[in-house]
Nanobody
Framework: QVQLVESGGGLVQAGGSLRLSCAAS????????MGWFRQAPGKEREFVAA????????AHADSVKGRFTISRDNAKNTVYLQMNSLKPEDTAVYYC????????????????????WGQGTQVTVSS
């Protein structure tokens, strides 16, 4: 079982930056693939970024590629989402997710692929 707690959300002006963190409980964090998703009001939850257990492979949604970067620190049981050049359309609740997986190359990009979810953190980008 993994418990996930997101932090780092807030209100920022367009063009600004935020770094989200997701702290995981448990001693086997390094055995989990991790992902970030977001959900705007009235929309479905969508994929943002994902990373393998080792950090050796990552994927980012086209809408955030070049602006957002996922990373992880297994020693700190934490996954990060660095968000730069934020746009109003990035406004959403951001969720981190975990899936037990020792695949070194396969990143998980679907909501159905994850077993554990955090409560979410609100990100609001003003124009």
């Amino acid at each position: 079982q993994v418990q996930l707690v997101e932090s780092g959300g807030g209100l920022v002006q367009a063009g600004g930056s935020l770094r989200l963190s997701c702290a995981a409980s448990g001693r086997t964090f390094s055995s989990y693939a991790m992902g970030w998703f977001r959900q705007a009001p009235g929309k479905e939850r969508e994929f943002v970024a994902a990373i393998t257990w080792s950090g050796g492979n990552r994927a980012h949604a086209d809408s955030v590629k070049g602006r957002f970067t996922i990373s992880r620190d297994n020693a700190k049981n934490t996954v990060y989402l660095q968000m730069n050049s934020l746009k109003p359309e990035d406004t959403a609740v951001y969720y981190c997710a975990a899936k037990f997986s020792l695949h070194s190359t396969v990143v998980v990009t679907t909501t159905e692929g994850y077993d554990y979810w955090g409560q979410g953190t609100q990100v609001t980008v003003s124009s």
